[in-house]
Structure formats: structure tokens, C-alpha cells
């Protein structure tokens, strides 16, 4: 009985060891994959940006058919606006 009780604690403490060294392992590659995961980021977000910043006159350009009739209207509603406005009323300084 005092054998196969050994056996039990020793089969549980194998258990609790193991347990904690694979604890440690995944708190060490999850801190180790956090690093590359953020590293990866800035390099996504950098190599995105410059690659938005070589795109962004193309789309510009190809936007410039739909933009300019806009700008157009904004244009004449905003010069109707202003022709319409009664001047402002400056009292001089006595």
C-alpha cells in the first residue's frame, strides 16, 4: 500500500512539474510570439503606409473626373452665398 501510494504522489508531482514547465514555455513563447506579433505590425504598418503614400496620387488622378464637377457646384453655391450676404456693419471709433 505505502508503494502504490509513492507511486501516486510521484505520478502527481511528474504531473504538477510538467505542469509548470509547460506554463513556463507557453508564458515564454507567448511573450516571445507578443514581440514578433508587434514587431510584424509596425513593419505591416510601415511598408502599408509608404505604399499608401505611392498610390495616393494615382487615386487622386483617377478621382479627378468625379471631384471636379463637384468642386464645381461647391463653387457656385458658395459664390451665390457670398453675393447674397449683406456687408458687415463697421462702426468707426469716435
Known amino acids: 500500500m505505502i508503494f502504490l501510494s509513492s507511486l501516486v504522489v ?3 508531482g511528474f504531473w504538477i512539474l510538467f505542469a509548470l514547465v509547460g506554463a513556463v514555455l507557453k508564458l515564454v513563447f507567448g511573450i516571445i510570439g507578443g514581440i514578433f506579433s508587434l514587431v510584424g505590425g509596425m513593419l505591416g504598418a510601415v511598408i502599408g503606409g509608404v505604399a499608401m503614400l505611392a498610390i495616393a496620387p494615382v487615386v487622386a488622378l483617377a478621382l ?3 471631384l471636379v464637377p463637384v468642386a464645381l457646384i ?3 453655391v458658395w459664390a451665390i452665398a457670398r453675393a447674397t ?3 458687415d456693419v463697421v462702426l468707426a471709433p469716435r
Open 10 to 12: 510521484l505520478a502527481v
Open 64 to 66: 479627378l473626373p468625379v
Open 74 to 76: 461647391a463653387l457656385v
Open 85 to 87: 450676404r449683406k456687408p
